[in-house]
């Protein structure tokens, strides 16, 4: 099992293992390879991005309503709050850095978009909406 010592948080001037904890326990394990491929992704972006969810416990309710746990759960995959023409840039310089699993969520209250690396048991490529 990864733990948070494998990623130093240095390394990510944008972010912090704060923003990452999982909203339900409070544990981080990222992936450091997924936070580096995110540095990349925001430096070029040029612009904050706001995380909503990042590393997620098997047993967050979100998890548990799943048939299978998420690439969350692997610490490979990172909602960012965002929209419209910011929300264009952001997919276009995720896509140009291997993201290959993104979530859309472009309409009423909560717009975001999930990038996630996860392959293995998850479909890859793969692009859906919420």
């Known amino acids: 099992m ?21 909203k339900h326990t409070g544990l981080c394990h990222m992936d450091a390879r997924f936070m580096e491929n995110l540095q990349a992704i925001r430096t070029a ?18 998890e548990l309503a799943k048939l299978a746990p998420g690439e969350h759960t692997l610490g490979l995959a990172a909602d960012i709050s965002v929209r419209g023409a910011d929300a264009f840039n ?26 996630g690396m996860a392959t293995g048991n998850l479909p890859s490529p793969m692009i859906w909406s919420y």
Not at 5 to 20: A, G, I, L, M, T
Not at 45 to 62: C, D, E, L
Request: net charge positive; with cysteine.
């Open 2 to 22: 990864r733990t948070t010592d494998v990623v130093d948080w240095r390394k990510y001037p944008n972010f912090s293992e704060q923003e990452f904890r999982c």
């Open 45 to 62: 972006y040029g612009k904050p991005m706001v995380i909503t969810s990042g590393y997620r416990a098997k047993t967050h309710p979100v």
């Open 90 to 115: 952001l997919l276009r310089v995720a896509l140009a850095h291997g993201i290959v699993r993104i979530g859309v969520k472009q309409t009423g209250e909560g717009r975001f978009l999930h990038l």
